[in-house]
């Protein structure tokens, strides 16, 4: 099979059949992207966690949303890649999907990004259409938000306690 098509596969896999979708708690923060170009768009939300070591974890990353093909993929690709990883490595991730963006369909890079980015990687096609990386790239952009929202609102939970007279 092409390179070309079996990334078409994995793109329109995930956009079938989207991993980890829906909206769910608990969460620390929660935003909501558009890419205004072509309609995408993305509400997602945070679970943030300390490990023993006192680092921050990804514990769940939930998502709704609505638009083309590869921003709806791209998300379920992402989930993918970051639950369960420290935010720190996480979005590091982000950056290599971000270089992926700007290699304009240089192969040489998508080869060099293969192992980190697994399915993500088959979003390599799409940097070779400026139009289109907005798309694929509003939900890493997302994820980097609701990441900085939640570790900068980390405190220890207080319990309102609920008392309703
Ligand atoms: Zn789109």
């Avoid at 092409?2 to 079938?16: C, G, K, P």
């Avoid at 990804?58 to 998300?75: K, P, R, W």
Wanted: proline share 5%.
């Amino acid at each position: 099979m092409q390179l070309e098509s079996m990334y078409q596969e994995i793109i329109l896999d995930h956009y079938r059949n989207p991993h980890g979708r829906g909206l769910r708690e608990p969460f620390e923060a929660e935003v909501h992207h558009v890419n205004p170009t072509c309609g995408d768009e993305v509400t997602l939300r945070v679970h943030i966690e300390n490990d023993t070591a006192g680092d921050p974890i990804l514990s769940d990353v939930s998502y709704e949303g609505m638009g083309c093909s590869i921003s709806q993929a791209s998300v379920s690709a992402m989930y993918d890649l970051v639950v369960g990883k420290p935010v720190p490595e996480a979005l590091e991730t982000g950056e290599h999907f971000m270089t992926l963006m700007q290699s304009k369909g240089d192969a040489s890079v998508a080869e060099k990004l293969e192992d980190e980015l697994e399915d993500a990687v088959a979003f390599a096609g799409v940097s070779k259409y400026p139009a289109r990386i907005k798309c694929a790239l509003m939900s890493w952009m997302a994820l980097k938000d609701a990441s900085a929202r939640a570790l900068s609102a980390a405190h220890p939970t207080t319990t309102p306690g609920g008392a309703e007279a």
